[in-house]
């Protein structure tokens, strides 16, 4: 019996295969939308795994200015930043942060699910957010996902 048949196989970024996919948020729950595309990008979907390298797919995301908040979080859900300036804390609501500019509500809530690294960073530039249907990346030939039956 050879005793070394069974070798874990380390994922590095020559033998990953990555590949493009289209998720429409269209009627989606901005967190539970989140929390999938996060697990996309990160690529725990894949059996090859490796938690130190961006084994993850390429993810577009369209339609993110038809996307639902559930109760009163359209009012009372706040987003704060700060200039750098004494006095400089701003803060938006939900609601405002939609209509100012609808992508950063769904990049917001993807980000804060990758980890807080470089690694991170590294996959957040694999997140492609666009406001309405359209989207510049037909060459890629996307593959469409339904988070609601797909997984």
């Known amino acids: 019996m050879d005793t070394l048949s069974y070798k874990t196989v380390s994922a590095n970024k020559n033998t990953v295969t990555k590949e493009w996919l289209l998720v429409d948020a269209d009627g989606q729950a901005l ?5 999938e595309v996060a697990i996309l990008l990160r690529g725990k979907h894949k059996p090859n ?3 130190h390298v961006d084994c993850g ?3 577009i995301i369209i339609n993110a200015e ?4 559930s109760g009163k979080k359209w009012d009372e859900k706040t987003y704060i930043r700060y200039t750098g300036y004494p006095g400089g804390q701003r803060s938006l609501t939900a609601k405002e942060m939609l209509k100012k500019d609808p992508r ?11 980890p807080k690294n470089k690694l991170g960073a590294e996959l957040f530039r694999n997140l ?7 989207h510049a ?3 890629q030939q996307p593959r469409t996902i339904n988070l609601n039956t797909d997984r």
Do not use: C, F, Q, W
């Not at 769904?106 to 990758?114: C, R, W, Y």
């Not at 492609?128 to 359209?134: G, I, L, N, R, T």
């Open 49 to 51: 795994y490796t938690p």
């Open 31 to 35: 967190g539970r939308l989140a929390s």
């Open 137 to 139: 990346h037909e060459a």
């Open 66 to 69: 038809k996307i639902n908040l």
């Open 57 to 59: 797919d390429n993810v």
């Open 128 to 134: 492609k957010v666009y406001a309405d249907a359209h």
């Open 104 to 114: 950063r509500l769904v990049e917001k809530a993807v980000k804060g699910m990758l």
